[in-house]
Structures are given as structure tokens and as C-alpha cells.
């Protein structure tokens, strides 16, 4: 069963900096691309990162690029998302999903992904 869970949320700062974990099961990392999204309050979810499959070449949505890194660790299954320089605006719920399409800096899940896990909180606020 193809289980994705998202982690390392938390109450941040401005300015500072928190890393997502996305600890995947049922499938081998090395043969598909992952994505992180995320979901604001009241605003329909928005792809922010993905990572493709050979690991090598990444995308970012245009506010997070130079602020946010998306990584992978094959061997613990886990793909990361690095933020940095934290603004208010970037409090959403964070979620990863397989196989996005990753066009340029538009990143969108597949047409009729349904397998969203709870995801994880991030909140930035003075």
C-alpha cells in the first residue's frame, strides 16, 4: 500500500526555518517523482515543490524558489523540503503526493490523486 506521511511542522518565526519530512512505504522512492503542496486557509492547494525521478532535477513554484530546497534520501525513503527565510505567508498545511506534473514552476498533482495524507502544519507568525 503506497503510504506517504508528512512531518515537521511547527510554529516559526519570520525569518526562520523548518524542514519537512515526507516518510514514504509500499513503493520504491528511486522509481517515482514526489511533490510537496500546500493548502492555506480558505485557498485551493497549490504545488510548491517536486523532485523527478532520477533525483537529479527539481522545480519550485516562483515565491518559494531561492527560499525553499527539496531533497530526497533514497535509503530512509523520505523526500525533504528545506525552508528557509520563512514569510507569514507560507503557513499552509504541507502535504506530498507521487507523481506530480512538474511543468517549469507550475507543479500540479495527477488528475484525480486522491491518496493525500493529513499532512503538516506550518504556521510563521511573530
Known amino acids: 500500500q503506497v503510504q506517504l506521511v508528512e512531518s515537521g511542522g511547527g510554529l516559526v518565526q519570520p525569518g526562520g526555518s523548518l524542514r519537512l519530512s515526507c516518510t514514504t512505504s509500499?513503493?520504491?522512492?528511486?522509481?517515482?517523482?514526489i511533490g510537496w503542496f500546500r493548502q492555506a486557509p480558505g485557498e485551493e492547494r497549490e504545488g510548491v515543490s517536486c523532485?523527478?525521478?532520477?533525483?537529479?532535477?527539481?522545480h519550485y513554484e516562483g515565491s518559494v524558489k531561492d527560499r525553499f530546497t527539496i531533497s530526497r534520501d533514497t535509503a530512509k525513503n523520505t523526500v525533504y523540503l528545506q525552508m528557509n527565510s520563512l514569510k507569514p505567508e507560507d503557513t499552509a498545511v504541507y502535504y506530498c503526493?507521487?507523481?506530480?506534473?512538474?511543468?517549469?514552476?507550475?507543479?500540479?498533482?495527477?488528475?484525480?490523486?486522491?491518496?493525500w495524507g493529513q499532512g503538516t502544519q506550518v504556521t510563521v507568525s511573530s
Open positions: 503526493a507521487t507523481e506530480p506534473i512538474c511543468m517549469g514552476s507550475r507543479i500540479v498533482p495527477q488528475p484525480g490523486y486522491d491518496n
Open positions: 523532485i523527478d525521478v532520477s533525483g537529479r532535477r527539481t
Open positions: 509500499g513503493f520504491t522512492l528511486n522509481n517515482y517523482a
